[in-house]
């Protein structure tokens, strides 16, 4: 999965991600890049931008904020220079609750909650390496999202900083926030065609 022109064996920073191309998405977990091509199917981004807009509609005038990829998460970043952080991802969607985790390159840190809409060539990495890299760092409300299944698969963080066994949405559900007391969306709306 690393790319050809970027040696598997060498461990990289954000210092090297941005210093490369802009004409190719990239991700590094542990160091090791991975190249985000091919582009999403149109199918993941209506799912994304549905998501997004429920979310940001909900999110008018509250602490938190929503992005959407392209938007870099620099994990185990928090009291680490730019230039020695070996994990930054881009997940489909992120919520921030902490302002000061923001700054114009992205989040530093962990976010409250991240969304992976899984494609055929990202499904391996979201089910298990982002999985074990989002618990790892804390990040407290996990969605896998299964566009052409119609499913969601909801994590969210024990005390014992893991993620507990997953809630199973379908498109006839309404989803429920953790993070969020009183927000819930009807997956109908998401996944409609």
Not at 152 to 163: A, F, I, M
Not at 167 to 183: L, M, P, W
């Amino acid at each position: 999965m690393a790319v050809a022109d970027k040696d598997e064996h060498i461990k990289y920073t954000y210092k090297d991600y941005l210093s490369w191309t802009n004409d190719e998405r990239w991700e590094l977990i542990e160091g090791v890049p991975y190249n985000m091509s091919p582009s999403p199917t149109r199918k993941h981004q209506k799912v994304v931008g549905e998501l997004f807009a429920s979310i940001h509609n909900y999110l008018k005038g509250k602490a938190c904020e929503v992005y959407s990829a392209p938007f870099d998460v620099r994990l185990f970043a928090e009291n680490v220079s730019d230039d020695d952080v070996t994990n930054v991802v881009q997940p489909d969607i992120v919520i921030v609750c902490d302002p000061s985790k923001l700054d114009d390159k992205g989040c530093k840190g962990s976010p409250d909650m991240i969304i992976e809409v899984v494609s055929p060539s990202t499904l391996k990495r979201d089910l298990k390496e982002k999985f074990y890299l989002y618990e790892k760092a804390g990040v407290k409300e996990y969605w896998i999202v299964f566009p052409d299944e119609k499913t969601v698969l909801s994590y969210y963080l024990g005390e014992d900083g893991k993620y507990k066994r997953p809630e199973v949405y379908s498109e006839e559900d309404n989803i429920k926030f953790r993070i969020f007391e009183s927000f819930e969306i009807e997956l109908k709306d998401i996944f409609q065609n």
